[in-house]
């Protein structure tokens, strides 16, 4: 599945009407459960990517299900984004949600299982991570303020820890409390410190370093098969949670999800 896709302008602005799940294949066993029974790809087991647009409770489908968007509603190279962007259109107006109270507003940052698989998601979807570590609920409230607004939304992947000698494992020599943000490793297993801030910072700083991120130039698309074989040759590995069954991608280790 293309990433990309789901930073296009296009496709931000249309997933306001969605919750947007996305569930973590082979990183999680639940998780992976529930996605073979949407989709299976030609060998019967579960593909490494899996697409769909469910009803409000998750019973009924509202479109096909595929490996990705763009094979289930299609779209030449260049326009994926904007035909995903008119079929989640065309879905919220012919699909009418019961009406029930008015929701709050999002009160969570949208983080990942851990630390550890954020930075992985980082380098597949080639985004900046923002990672909290140590912070208490008033602080990490003031981040939630942030990452659900512009030009923030979207544009940045997020983890939270409390254990501050996480941050050891990715990279991190120096770790303490605070705000990381981060640009992943071409393999999502290490990071390269872009911007750190103290926990109690005000918003200013924080949104300075967000500011710092996105000035960078975003990393090119990878060449799946050259990034595979490379990763090999280098002894990159990946251990997932549960066995990779998409046979793309199976043998000789897997050096990253979905990259």
Known sequence: MDQSLWSDPLVIESSRKFVCARLATYEDKDEGAMLNSIYRG??????????????????????????????????????EGTVLALEMDRIIEEYKVPQSKKTAA???????????????????????????????????????????????????????????????????????AGIWVVNPDTYGLKVEVIAKVEADSETKPIEEALAKALAG???????????????NATGKRWETEIPVTDPGIQGGGRPRRGN
């Not at 990715?170 to 770790?175: D, L, N, V, Y």
């Not at 130039?217 to 990878?222: N, S, V, Y």
């Open 106 to 176: 999002f009160s969570t940052l949208p983080i990942a299982k851990d630390v550890r698989r954020a930075v992985n998601i980082s380098a597949c979807d080639r985004l900046p991570l923002v990672i909290t570590a140590g912070l208490d609920p008033k602080q990490l409230q003031k981040l939630v303020t942030l990452a659900w607004k512009e030009p923030y939304l979207g544009r940045f992947n997020w983890a939270s820890t409390d254990t501050i000698s996480e941050l050891k494992s990715i990279g991190i020599e120096k770790p303490e």
């Open 42 to 79: 030609r060998s019967g087991e579960l593909d490494n990517t899996v697409f769909t647009v469910l009803s409000h409770d998750g019973k009924s489908r509202l479109s096909r299900a595929g490996r990705s968007p763009t094979m289930v509603f299609g779209g030449s190279v260049g326009w």
């Open 217 to 231: 130039k975003r990393p090119a698309q990878k060449d799946t098969r050259r990034h595979v074989n490379r990763g």
